[in-house]
Nanobody
């Protein structure tokens, strides 16, 4: 089993910044892509940003230029730096990890528990 622990959510004013972190731990695994998704009330979960093992990134159009995803392969962590936050960024943010489980010999996907980000004055 693999556990994902997220941190860094909270309440921030429009124009402010937050940094989310997610750490993966557990049984032996090899991580492929790591990413962040979000889900606002009444809406479907959507991709925010993803980063591959080699550092290639992809962002939702709505966050390009404002959010930056990064990862530390040695520590199995992924971060999301969010700047110039807007009220429409308000959502529960979920960490997602695509990995190969070296114990069960299979490729699988894990989700974090979610962290609330609220942008409001």
């Amino acid at each position: 089993q693999v556990q994902l622990v997220e941190s860094g959510g909270g309440l921030v004013q429009p124009g402010g910044s937050l940094r989310l972190s997610c750490a993966a731990s557990g049984s032996r695994f090899s991580i492929n892509a790591m990413g962040w998704y979000r889900q606002a009330p009444g809406k479907q979960r959507e991709l925010v940003a993803v980063i591959t093992t080699s550092g290639n990134t992809n962002y939702a159009d709505s966050v390009k230029g404002r959010f930056t995803i990064s990862r530390d392969n040695a520590k199995n962590t992924v971060q999301l730096q969010m700047n110039s936050l807007k009220p429409e960024d308000t959502a529960v943010y979920y960490c997602n990890v695509d990995l190969f489980d070296l114990v069960r010999i299979l490729r699988t996907n894990y989700w974090g528990q979610g962290t609330q980000v609220t942008v409001s004055s």
